[in-house]
């Protein structure tokens, strides 16, 4: 294990991406936060499933990323599902909005983590699967997993 995974402390994985689309690239980019988000991201009260970014006027903008507000904060608290900047140079804003003009492709949040300090997410460029697509990834797993299960009680 190197040093820069050592002091990588994941919060909360989108289990749902992977299932509903696929991934072409990925990156990792920062995000805009609030004193208030990052103490709930602390706690691990997020939900990352039904989120996904934009690139909008030249910035990348995060939707639908819901951090519960902090219960011990007062009245300076956050909006929960409030669009949240993420953070990247220009020519990766670039090579972005051209990936999401294509027909068909998306930015969709994998992970977020803290990496040191930090607040990372890990964003992905994917394509959104077909229903059919979707059987055929599982009925694939299922098989691979009888598969395994014949090898093992063969030995």
């Known amino acids: 294990m190197s040093e ?20 072409i690239d990925k ?3 920062g995000i805009s936060l609030v004193g208030t988000e990052v103490k709930s991201l602390r ?7 039904d989120s996904y970014a934009t690139v909008e ?9 819901h951090i ?12 929960p599902t409030r669009p949240r900047k993420l953070l990247l140079h220009k020519r990766e804003i670039r090579k972005l909005f051209g990936a999401t003009a294509e027909r068909g492709f998306t930015l969709v949040p994998l992970r977020i983590y803290f990496k040191g300090p930090y607040v990372k997410i890990e964003l992905a460029v ?7 697509d979707k059987r ?10 009888a598969m395994q299960r014949a090898q093992k009680k063969s030995l």
């Open 4 to 23: 820069n995974e050592a002091k990588i402390k994941v919060i909360v994985t989108n289990r749902k991406a992977f299932r509903d689309f696929e991934i």
């Open 43 to 49: 706690a691990g009260k997020v939900n990352i499933s």
């Open 57 to 65: 006027n030249g910035e990348v903008i995060l939707h639908n990323l």
């Open 126 to 132: 994917a394509r959104g699967r077909k229903k059919y």
């Open 27 to 29: 990156r990792e980019v």
């Open 136 to 145: 055929e990834i599982i009925a694939k797993k299922e098989a691979d997993r």
């Open 68 to 79: 519960s507000q902090f219960e011990q904060s007062s009245q300076a608290n956050h909006e």
